[in-house]
Nanobody
Framework: QVQLVESGGGLVQAGGSLRLSCAAS????????MGWFRQTPGKKLEFVAT????????YYADSVKGRFTISRDNAKNMVYLQMNSLEPEDTAVYSC?????????????????WGQGTQVTVSS
C-alpha cells in the first residue's frame, strides 16, 4: 500500500514557475514508477510526466516537454514536478500516481495509487 499527498500548487502568472511535491508513504515506494497527471473539469485525465523506480528514466507529454522536469528522491519518499514557463493551458488539478510496475508508463490504468491532487492556476 502507498499513500500519496501532493503539495505546492497555487496561482502563478504566465511565464512563471511552480514546484509540485508528492510525499509517499509505504514500503514499496522505491520499487514503483511514479507519474504526474492533470485534469480540468469535463476533460479526461491527461498524462504529464513519469519516472522509473530509480529515477534514471523519464518520459514527458509533448505539451510539457522542455518546460517540466520530474524527479524523485527515494531516500525521502518524494517525487517532484518542476514546472517552468507556465501557460494558461497548464491550469488543472495535478495528481501524482504510483505505478503497479517499475518502469515509466503514461497509461493511467497502470497506476494503483493516487493522491488527492493540487490545484495549479496560471493567469494570462
Amino acid at each position: 500500500q502507498v499513500q500519496l499527498v501532493e503539495s505546492g500548487g497555487g496561482l502563478v502568472q504566465a511565464g512563471g514557475s511552480l514546484r509540485l511535491s508528492c510525499a509517499a508513504s509505504g514500503r514499496t515506494f522505491s520499487n514503483c514508477a511514479m507519474g504526474w497527471f492533470r485534469q480540468t473539469p469535463g476533460k479526461k485525465l491527461e498524462f504529464v510526466a513519469t519516472i522509473n523506480w530509480s529515477g534514471g528514466s523519464t518520459y514527458y507529454a509533448d505539451s510539457v516537454k522542455g518546460r517540466f522536469t520530474i524527479s524523485r528522491d527515494n531516500a525521502k519518499n518524494m517525487v517532484y514536478l518542476q514546472m517552468n514557463s507556465l501557460e494558461p493551458e497548464d491550469t488543472a488539478v495535478y495528481s501524482c500516481g504510483a505505478n503497479k510496475y517499475s518502469n515509466t508508463n503514461a497509461s493511467p490504468s497502470t497506476y494503483a495509487y493516487w493522491g488527492q491532487g493540487t490545484q495549479v492556476t496560471v493567469s494570462s
